[in-house]
Structure formats: C-alpha cells, structure tokens
C-alpha cells in the first residue's frame, strides 16, 4: 500500500511565498515522474508542474520563473516553491507520483489561498 501526503498549503498576501511538500511512503520500488496540479472552484485540474526521475522539469506557462519543483529521491518527496503569489494561483494542490510498477498516486491535496 502506499501514501501520498501533501502539506505546506495556506493563507498568503499577493506577492508571498509559500512551499508545498509531497512525500510518498508504504511499498516504493522506484519513482519516476512526480507533479503538482491544482483545482480551482468551478475549474478543471490543471497541471501546474513536473519533474522526472533524473531532473528534467516542466511548467504551466501561468507559473513559469514563480514557481519552482524540486524533487527529493532518498525521502521519495517532491516539493513546490511558489513565489510570487497571485490571487489566481488560489487552488487545492495536489500531488502526483507515478510509482513503478504500481501506477499513479494522488494526495489529498492542500488548499493555498492568495489574498489581493
């Protein structure tokens, strides 16, 4: 069996910073891509960013040169620094891990809420 639970979400100014952090655990063999959406109310789910098993990342246009991914391999977690906030980044985050051989896993997601 295997978990993924995200954290770090919360109430922030425009123009803050916050960090989210994603960490799968239970039977893990390998990891290879690892994500973050997000959902706002009324929207569908949007991919916001992904990274690869060797590094190779990937970003939303809407988010490019804010928001970073960065991924831990030894603690099988991947994060998001997200700077620069705009109200429109307001969303339940979720995380996303393709795990080999299972398959793909989502969390339950973390609600960042950026105030105008």
């Known amino acids: 069996q295997v978990t993924v639970v995200e954290s770090g979400g919360g109430l922030v100014q425009a123009g803050g910073s916050l960090r989210l952090s994603c960490a799968a655990s239970g039977n893990i063999v390998s990891i290879s891509r690892m994500a973050w959406y997000r959902q706002a109310p009324g929207k569908q789910r949007e991919s916001v960013a992904s990274i690869t098993s060797i590094g190779s990342t990937n970003y939303a246009d809407s988010v490019k040169g804010r928001f970073t991914i960065a991924r831990d391999n030894r603690k099988s977690a991947v994060y998001l620094q997200m700077n620069s906030l705009k109200p429109e980044d307001s969303a339940i985050y979720f995380c996303?891990?393709?795990?080999?051989?299972?398959?793909?896993?989502w969390g339950q997601g973390t609600q960042v809420t950026v105030s105008s």
């Open positions: 996303n891990v393709d795990l080999f051989p299972q398959g793909s896993y």
